[in-house]
């Protein structure tokens, strides 16, 4: 990308296009760390709804060093706007003017729509940093040998002569319990698209019905989320 096009985007951010998207994301490759380059390609994506914003999300959040900025820039009502065709006024000055992103259809269930968090929903980004991040683990079962027999496990286990330690009764120990639910009062829809995103679909369900209780007067559209994503637990079971 020409220095004096980064510069010029970087100055107005609605001059980004697909083209323009493309060359940062060729910028970003070279240097990683360019935090500037990052920033504008996850706005370019923002702008044209791509599916690929949530995962650039992710990687944008493990390139920067505080999140609170991160989530600061994606909250600012700038960042979710795309420009209108540009005007000219009485003055004969033309320039670009900025609106708001159109919302996806509410209700559909889009687990790839790119989210789009509030200010307020701080809780709500950091629980989906936590679940983007996870890694299922997988367990397999250890491999018998054959060739080793009961008894020689019991001779080896006599030769090595094991000690207990007795316990130092002077020591005291601290159990620490964590609580994996999430407050009432934290719910919101995002949250609920960012386990359905997850293929949480147990934690969705019970996100909306949480929300059901919280606005009783969209109880119906959440009642109607929740038959989509059993259905949906269906088709794939």
């Given at each position: 990308?020409?220095?004096e096009?980064?510069?010029?985007?970087?100055?107005?951010?609605?001059l980004?296009?697909?083209?323009?998207?493309?060359?940062?994301?060729?910028l970003?490759e070279?240097?990683?760390?360019?935090?500037s380059?990052?920033?504008l390609?996850l706005?370019g994506?923002r702008?044209?709804?791509?599916?690929k914003?949530?995962?650039?999300?992710?990687?944008t959040?493990?390139?920067?060093?505080?999140?609170?900025?991160?989530?600061?820039f994606?909250?600012?009502?700038?960042?979710?706007?795309l420009?209108?065709p540009?005007?000219?006024?009485?003055?004969g000055?033309?320039?670009?003017i900025?609106?708001?992103?159109?919302?996806?259809?509410?209700?559909?269930?889009?687990?790839?729509?790119?989210?789009?968090?509030?200010?307020s929903?701080?809780?709500?980004?950091?629980?989906?940093?936590?679940?983007?991040?996870?890694?299922p683990?997988?367990?397999?079962?250890?491999?018998?040998?054959?060739?080793?027999?009961?008894?020689?496990?019991v001779?080896?286990?006599?030769?090595?002569?094991?000690?207990?330690?007795?316990?130092d009764?002077?020591?005291?120990?601290n159990?620490?319990?964590?609580?994996?639910e999430?407050?009432?009062?934290?719910?919101?829809?995002?949250?609920?698209?960012?386990?359905?995103?997850?293929k949480?679909?147990e934690?969705?369900?019970?996100?909306?019905r949480i929300?059901?209780?919280?606005?009783?007067?969209?109880?119906g559209?959440f009642?109607d989320q929740?038959?989509r994503?059993?259905i949906l637990?269906?088709?794939?079971s």
């Open positions: 990308m020409v220095t096009k980064l510069i010029s985007i970087l100055k107005n951010p609605a980004l296009q697909q083209e323009e998207t493309q060359a940062l994301k060729k970003i070279k240097y990683p760390y360019f935090q380059a990052r920033s390609y706005k994506l702008m044209q709804n791509s599916f914003y949530n995962n650039e999300l992710k990687v959040a493990a390139h920067t060093t505080d999140r609170a900025i991160l989530f600061d994606i909250t600012a009502p700038r960042f979710d706007s420009p209108k540009t005007v000219q006024d009485k003055t000055t033309v320039g670009l900025e609106k708001p992103l159109p919302k996806t259809a509410s209700s559909k269930l889009e687990a790839h729509a790119p989210l789009s968090f509030s200010a929903e701080k809780h709500s980004f950091s629980e989906w940093l936590q679940l983007s991040k996870a890694t683990i997988v367990r397999t079962s250890p491999k018998k040998d054959k060739t080793i027999s009961k008894t020689s496990i001779d080896r286990f006599i030769e090595k002569n094991p000690k207990i330690k007795p316990i009764k002077e020591k005291s120990f159990v620490l319990v964590s609580k994996n999430t407050s009432n009062s934290l719910m919101t829809e995002t949250l609920a698209k960012v386990y359905l995103a997850q949480k679909y934690n969705a369900i019970q996100a909306y929300l059901s209780l919280k606005y009783p007067e969209k109880s559209f009642a929740i038959k994503i059993q637990q269906k088709n794939i």
